[in-house]
């Protein structure tokens, strides 16, 4: 049943968004069998950047539920800092994990003979597991496309392009386990494991660069660019009759947010309600300037 006042489009973005979560907590679960089972490296790379991922995901998952229901305005379609702290580990945890797997998948090529392979029904059973998880990646994108495809969430557009690494890496993942059942412990299975595991990681290192190229900016607070710094000015100067003095303008740029503080003089002969039409005056302009700008205006008597 949908919640009372929740938009019904909101509702079908968090629906998607937890089903493709809990999809990919079956995946993980999965994973985690057989990659034991087989000693498949481009199973076990999968498994460190599908957990990892769904990490992500449950975190999303969580802020979108609070931001639908008013309880994180602040963070409105991603733009606070909450959701780039979390890109920001979860882009340290990937990068740590890439090096990982594929200095292990390294190892053990070189190894030769001597490393640990699992036997063909191994195998096959992590060629089932991929594909699987391949089928699971594809769902689980078009149901988010399906319900972010409106472009208003940055929450789901970001879940959809992971999704899209997550389909990539899957395939090539399918293919590489595939070849190492065929033939396990031979040359050719060792070089599509090397080569399967070191793709995902080249993956988890792309998505790691795309993880802090966002989060590394919005995690700190910038002055406003010059373009809205104008527009700013615009607006005070739009308004310059309905207040008696300019007494301070603090501006910041936030993630994606702006922040504006004013302080606004007035004479003491002005009435309450002329300094509230004053200040709504000015937050509407700045708001037709600045959409979605956090204006709070401080009137003060001169």
């Known amino acids: 049943m949908a919640e ?11 629906r998607s968004l937890l089903g493709s979560a809990l999809a990919d907590i079956g995946t993980v679960i999965l994973f985690t069998a057989v990659s034991l089972w087989s000693h498949s490296m481009t199973t076990l790379a999968e498994l460190v950047r599908g957990g990892l991922l769904t990490m992500l995901e449950l975190v999303i998952y969580g802020l979108m539920r609070r931001i639908h229901r008013g309880q994180m305005a602040a963070y409105e379609f991603g733009s606070g800092k909450v959701e780039q702290f979390a890109n920001l580990i979860v882009g340290l945890a990937m990068a740590a994990g890439a090096a990982w797997v ?4 390294i190892g053990r090529f070189t190894a030769g003979e001597a490393a640990v392979y699992g036997s063909a029904l191994s195998l096959w059973a992590a060629s089932g597991a991929a594909a699987v998880n391949l089928a699971v990646n ?31 890496a899957s395939t090539v993942a399918v293919g590489a386990v595939v070849l190492s059942a065929i033939a396990p412990g031979s040359t ?6 090397l080569v399967g595991t070191l793709f995902v990681a ?3 290192l792309g998505v790691t660069a795309k993880l802090w190229r966002e989060s590394l900016p919005d995690l700190l607070d ?23 003095a300019l007494l301070s303008v603090r501006s910041r ?16 002969a002005m009435t309450l309600a002329a300094v509230d039409a004053a200040t709504a005056g000015l937050r509407a302009e700045i708001a037709a300037l600045i959409p979605g ?8 008597a001169v």
């Open 202 to 204: 080249c993956v988890m």
């Open 138 to 168: 594809v769902a689980a994108g078009v149901a988010l496309w399906r319900a972010g495809r409106d472009g208003t969430s940055v929450l789901m557009t970001g879940q959809i392009r992971s999704r899209v690494s997550k389909i990539l």
């Open 4 to 14: 009372p006042g929740l938009d019904p489009a909101a509702l079908a973005r968090e």
């Open 188 to 193: 050719t299975s060792r070089v599509a494991d």
């Open 253 to 268: 740029s936030s993630g994606r947010s702006v922040h504006v503080k004013i302080e606004l003089g007035f004479r003491g």
């Open 293 to 300: 700008a956090d204006v709070t205006i401080v009137p003060r």
């Open 102 to 105: 594929a200095s292990r998948a």
């Open 222 to 244: 910038r002055s406003l660019d010059e373009e809205r710094q104008m527009l700013l000015n615009r607006a005070l100067g739009a308004r310059f009759a309905d207040y008696d």
